[in-house]
């Protein structure tokens, strides 16, 4: 990784990234973090040729081998950039065994000559490759990768055995890809900077069943797995295109989050973290959010008001652009501005605010006091619900 802090510019560009303006913050936060998992990728095929000289070395040829597109899908995969960038949570003969696999899988994926020797899934988990493809998968053009089911089932080192209970119905499946489509469309029509910054900061989607979600819809971006999108039951009937529209903006910005924490965590001294007082990242919660009532810890509560941030930038533009339904989309702007508006998204943060980085802070009470100002008009109605 080029000798540069992983951290200079990345606060002060959030709030033109999570207002969707055109500029180079955004692709600057991608390319620092691509460089920074392509960094960790390299250290994990030294671990291996450490281990096992023979065998790194075959891995490393290979990994070689792989053209430019395959190596960048390899390289930014959530599978893969929780491996390298939290090695710990791994045993290094699994890691190795999945390294190798997805390098191969690669290989077959572009019609190349491979080491396969059974059906394998790719580290994405959109595609099965090395043999008989007989799983369900889904493409839309101009879209993420998707993936349908549970993720662990769909990487290279699954086990291909027994049913998956998590696919979306078969029957169910073709309503929900027509819905994601005029997500698309939609979100294009409120700008195409919009719709390229969710499919940029997705790098796969799923689409997946059950769960703890209890039969309803909602998403999530599990921890660590950064660029994962997940719908859970995106075939409820009352699952709307403005619930999905919300749905992948609000992981995308999670994964802008996450890509931003990661270059301030794992590449610089803890020091300068979001929160400055490593006892704050013992996951307890200490502050209710002033949106949605839940506990939270503190690193998550800063995270939380900078995503409802974005999704209040979102529907701004999906307002002004009348590419939604007016009424949704206001009342879409009160929910998650609301606190802004009323000046009390940071009182539950107040008691923290001294072990939250100053730039962070900073930026916090100005996007607070710049929404307060802005939607003045607003208020009143903020202040009813």
Do not use: K
């Not at 960048?72 to 045993?91: A, F, G, K, M, N």
């Not at 029509?189 to 499919?199: K, L, N, S, V």
């Amino acid at each position: 990784m080029p000798n540069e802090p992983a951290a200079d510019g990345v606060i002060a560009a959030l709030p033109d990234i999570l207002a969707f303006v055109p500029g180079p913050g955004l692709m600057e936060i991608r390319r620092r973090f691509t460089s920074l998992a392509a960094d960790a990728l390299g250290r994990r095929v030294a671990a291996v040729i450490g281990r096992d000289s023979a065998r790194g070395a075959s891995l490393r040829v290979r990994l070689a081998a792989l053209p430019s597109d395959g190596l960048l899908r390899l390289i930014t995969v959530p599978e893969t950039i929780h491996r390298v960038l939290w090695p710990e949570l791994y045993d290094a003969d699994e890691l190795a065994r999945f390294l190798r696999l997805a390098v191969e899988a690669e290989h077959a994926r572009d019609g190349r000559e491979h080491e396969l020797t059974r059906p394998t899934w790719t580290a994405r988990g959109d595609v099965m490759v090395g043999g008989a493809n007989d799983a369900a998968t889904l493409a839309l053009n101009d879209f993420p990768p998707i993936v349908l089911g549970d993720p662990q089932r769909r990487r290279p080192t699954a086990v291909l055995a027994g049913d998956d209970d998590s696919l979306v119905p078969a029957d169910a499946l073709r309503h929900v890809a027509g819905q994601l489509l005029e997500v698309r469309r939609r979100m294009r029509d409120c700008g195409d900077e919009i719709w390229a910054f969710t499919r940029e900061f997705t790098s796969t989607l799923v689409l997946r069943a059950g769960g703890g979600m209890g039969g309803s819809f909602g998403s999530s971006s599990p921890e660590r797995y950064v660029g994962r999108s997940i719908l859970w039951n995106p075939h409820d009937p009352e699952v709307t295109v403005e619930d999905l529209a919300e749905a992948v903006v609000h992981e995308a910005i999670h994964t802008v989050m996450d890509s931003a924490d990661v270059l301030l965590t794992r590449a610089t001294p803890a020091g300068v973290r979001w929160i400055v007082e490593p006892r704050l990242y013992d996951g307890v919660s200490r502050a209710a959010s002033a949106w949605t009532g839940r506990e939270l810890d503190v690193p998550t509560y800063v995270h939380a008001c900078l995503v409802w941030y974005g999704l209040l930038c979102f529907w701004t533009r999906a307002m002004v652009s009348g590419a939604f339904d007016a009424t949704t989309a206001r009342r879409r702007i009160i929910r998650a501005g609301g606190p802004f508006m009323r000046r009390s998204a940071l009182e539950p943060l107040r008691p923290f605010m001294s072990a939250v980085r100053p730039d962070v802070a900073a930026l916090l009470e100005a996007i607070q006091e710049r929404v307060a100002e802005e939607f003045a008009g607003l208020s009143a109605a903020a202040a009813a619900r």
